[in-house]
Nanobody
Framework: QVQLVESGGGSVQAGGSLRLSCAAS????????MAWFRQAPGKEREEVAR?????????????DYADSVKGRFIIFKDNAKNILYLQMNNLQPEDTAMYYC???????????????????WGQGTQVTVSS
């Protein structure tokens, strides 16, 4: 089991920045793939960014991003503290959504082919961007 608690959401004007945090506890070693998703009202849930950390050789994480956020968002993890972050820069009104942190076990192939089964989810944190 993994418990995920998000924080850091809020309201900003277009062009502003926010940093979301996701504190993870429990079986974090096994659930080595983590990601940020978002869902806006009336829209489907969208994967924003994901991170893979190898269980045998942690090293640096592998990451991937949705095209809509590439160059603006950065996902990174503090492995010592088990906190996943999403640095969001140059926010736009279309980034307005509830943001969720998720975790699940995965191989690198699962990560690379977007086949991770994200079993654990946080409660979400709201991000609102005004024009």
């Amino acid at each position: 089991q993994v418990q995920l608690v998000e924080s850091g959401g809020g309201s900003v004007q277009a062009g502003g920045s926010l940093r979301l945090s996701c504190a993870a506890s429990g079986d974090t070693y096994i659930n080595n793939c983590m990601a940020w998703f978002r869902q806006a009202p009336g829209k489907e849930r969208e994967e924003v960014a994901r991170s893979y950390v190898g269980r045998i050789s942690a090293g640096s994480a592998s990451t991937d991003y949705a095209d809509s956020v590439k160059g603006r968002f950065i996902i990174f993890k503090d492995n010592a503290k088990n906190i996943l972050y999403l640095q969001m820069n140059n926010l736009q009104p279309e980034d307005t959504a509830m943001y969720y942190c998720a975790a699940g076990p995965c191989s690198y192939i699962d990560f690379a082919t977007s086949k991770t089964n994200f079993r654990f989810w946080g409660q979400g944190t709201q991000v609102t961007v005004s024009s």
